[in-house]
Every structure is written in structure tokens, then in C-alpha cells.
């Protein structure tokens, strides 16, 4: 018997994103699910009914949720969406846990089981399903492409008959996945870049792409990395030796753009008043971290405000605003990690909670919150 898999429009607010593309949808097909599209969950990502119809998917309403078996999305579902959802359904999604405890426990008790894809392990099997780096990297280019219209300048240098037009100087802080885009896209539209990050393994990457690195490169800088990956928290003593040093720099730049993320924290303060009242009036600073509090003091979610001179840009959801790219690859994503949970033979889905993916990821299962991460407990065996 086919199982349903369901694929609704997105409700949270300005998500222009979908789980699903008619190429995830065939493969979905051949792998025995029933698929099933809300209307217009596509159409800001480029994809209209159409589309999905022509490669085997049905088109349905809001409703068609109730009696599905598999729930693809792009965010957590909110609690009017799940109160719909069947008792057993599997949900997969990017769930933003951390501070949302509440959230976990209703969709527990709803008995749904949960799977948050930006808890993907940072593993060699699993970078095909990292939502994590697909989103961030098409996140580093688009912050540019915004940096660059709110600029009024020229990004390149200019060698005319009128004049020379000066590059524009750009520096990056974070050189993580969205951060070595921002580089490599702003180095493309010729401006002078340079970078910072507390991960030694960053100077390298950066210097490849050609930009210039800046940090401070004491001992605490030469252990500051997590084995995920991830930049530690750094001392408040390298904060503020770091701090010096960038401040000295930004004032000579003309468009700032800050990545910087911690898992579970808040944004950590990279930029400050004082820093953005010493870049030349006209300048521009892009925060990607916005959405957990802002790298950047005086930065607004959803705007461009005026900070001391500065033109800085909040924009929250920078992949949605570019959806037909973002859509295609998280989608991908969402089906490679999808395919580790079909049982072939049996058909439907197998929940083996010894398998790493689904230990890193599941959040709820069985009426509980099972992630140890958000007051679950740990456990094994197949459900």
C-alpha cells in the first residue's frame, strides 16, 4: 500500500520556499510514496501546479494534510498546522529547536515524529543532506547582491576618460560556508575583500579565494574550533583584543557583512555604534544573523535602517529571497536524507534511532521529546 506524502505552502511569514521540486517529486514517485502538493505551494519558488502535476503529483488543498503519512516542509509547522496532522506522521523540516521547547513538547504530544534537517551531523555521508551549508551558501551570495544595491557606488575599479572609480572594500566577518560565498562572489564583482574568523583552518580558505585575513592570531586563536566545525565562544579578552583590532579596520571599508552564528546561542555583538560611526558616511553593513538577534548593533529584522551613516541591511531569510535556487537544493537535500529512512522491501518509512542521521536529527517520536539536546533521552533499536 502507497504511503502519502504530503508537501504544504509555507505559512510562516515572507517564506517564499518549498520542500519539494518536480525532480524530487519523480523520485519520490519511484520510490512508492504518493505525492501530494498543496496549491500554489510553488509559486515563489518558480514552481506553479503545472509543474508538479506534469511529474505525477496530485494537487490538493490545505486539508489534504490530515490523512498524510509524510509531511515535507521548509519551517517548523506551527500549531495550527499540526493539530491536523495524523498521530504517527513523520514530519521533516528545518524546526529551529533551540528556545523553542514548547513548540517540541505540542508536536510530542501530538504524536507526530519530528526531524529538524539543520541538526544534519557535519559528516561525509550526510553532505548531501547538509541544509545547513546549501542554505548558507546561496545566503553569502545574496547578501552581497543586497550590499551592492543599497551601495551607490561602483563595486569594480574603473579606469575612464573622466576618471578613475576606486574598488569598494568589502570585509567579511565569518569565513564559514555563507562567508567564503560572500568572498568569493563580492571578489567577482571586483571589489577588495577581506575577512576575519576565530577558526585557524579559516586563514587558508580565505586566502584562496583572494582575500586578505585579519584576526588576531594568539594561542586561544589557535584552538578555536569545535570538532564539528563550529567557531568556539571566545574569551572575553580575545573579544575585546579582537574588537581593536577590527575596529581599526572597518573604518577603512566600505560594505561590512557579518555571518557570524553560534548553534543554540544568540548572535554574538560583532559591530558595534562606535565601530559603524567610523566608516565613511555612506557605507553599508549586511547582518546574516539577524534572525537570532543581529551581529551587528542597530540592525532591524526585515529593513535597511541608518545607523550612524551606515546603511545596515537586516533582511531576514536572505534564501528565500532568491526561492527558485533555494527551493531546488533544499529540496535535494530533504530527498537524499528522506531515502535513508525508506524501508525498500517493506515499503513506507523505518525510524532506526542507531542510525546516527536519525539520532542527530529525530526530535520527537512516540508521544516524547527524544532529542537529549531538548530534555529528551537517549535510545536505541527501530520504531
Do not use: C, W
Not at 82 to 93: M, N, P, Q, R
Not at 166 to 195: K, W
Not at 227 to 236: N, Q, V
Not at 348 to 355: C, F, L, M, S
Amino acid at each position: 500500500m502507497s504511503k502519502k506524502l504530503f508537501v504544504p505552502r509555507e505559512t510562516a511569514f515572507a517564506e517564499t520556499r518549498v520542500a519539494a521540486s518536480p525532480d524530487t517529486v519523480k523520485k519520490l514517485k519511484a520510490l512508492g510514496f504518493d505525492v501530494v502538493i498543496e496549491s500554489g505551494a510553488g509559486l515563489a519558488s518558480r514552481i506553479d501546479d503545472e509543474a508538479y502535476r506534469a511529474a505525477g503529483a496530485e494537487i490538493a488543498g490545505a486539508e489534504a494534510a490530515a490523512d498524510a503519512d509524510i509531511v515535507f516542509k521548509v519551517r517548523r509547522p506551527e500549531e495550527g498546522e499540526f493539530s491536523a496532522y495524523k498521530s504517527g506522521a513523520v514530519v521533516i523540516a528545518m524546526m529551529d529547536p533551540y528556545g523553542n521547547e514548547a513548540a517540541l513538547s505540542a508536536m510530542a504530544g501530538r504524536g507526530v515524529s519530528a526531524f529538524a534537517m539543520e541538526l544534519m551531523p557535519r559528516i561525509t555521508r550526510a553532505q548531501s543532506m547538509d541544509v545547513l551549508s546549501s542554505q548558507a551558501n546561496l545566503a553569502g551570495y545574496q547578501a552581497v547582491i543586497e550590499a551592492a544595491a543599497v551601495f551607490d557606488r561602483a563595486m569594480p575599479m574603473m579606469m575612464t576618460a573622466a576618471g578613475t572609480v576606486p574598488a569598494a572594500r568589502v570585509f567579511v566577518m565569518g569565513a564559514g560556508v555563507a562567508g567564503l560565498q560572500a568572498i568569493a562572489t563580492a571578489r567577482r564583482l571586483g571589489a577588495v575583500v577581506s575577512a576575519t574568523d576565530v577558526r585557524p583552518a579559516a586563514k587558508e580558505q580565505v586566502a584562496s579565494l583572494g582575500a586578505k585575513f585579519i584576526a588576531v592570531e594568539d594561542d586561544e586563536f589557535k584552538a578555536a574550533e569545535t570538532a564539528g566545525g563550529y567557531a568556539k565562544e571566545m574569551s572575553a579578552e580575545y573579544q575585546a583584543k579582537q574588537a581593536e583590532l577590527v575596529a581599526s579596520h572597518i573604518a577603512k571599508q566600505d560594505i561590512v557583512i557579518t555571518t557570524a552564528l553560534i548553534p543554540g546561542r544568540p548572535a554574538p555583538r560583532l559591530v558595534s555604534r562606535a565601530m559603524l560611526s567610523a566608516m565613511k558616511l555612506g557605507s553599508v553593513a549586511v547582518d546574516l544573523a539577524v534572525e537570532r538577534g543581529g551581529n551587528i548593533e542597530g540592525a532591524e529584522a526585515g529593513n535597511v535602517a541608518e545607523v550612524e551613516g551606515v546603511r545596515v541591511v537586516g533582511f531576514a531569510n536572505l534564501p528565500g529571497r532568491i526561492a527558485a535556487s533555494a527551493s531546488a537544493l533544499y529540496a535535494k537535500n530533504l530527498l537524499t536524507f528522506f531515502e535513508t529512512l525508506v524501508d525498500k522491501e517493506a515499503g513506507g518509512v523505518k525510524i532506526n534511532r542507531d542510525d546516527e542521521l536519525v539520532a542527530a536529527t529525530l526530535l520527537t517520536h512516540e508521544g516524547a521529546v527524544v532529542h537529549p539536546k531538548f530534555g529528551g533521552a537517549t535510545a536505541g533499536g527501530e520504531a
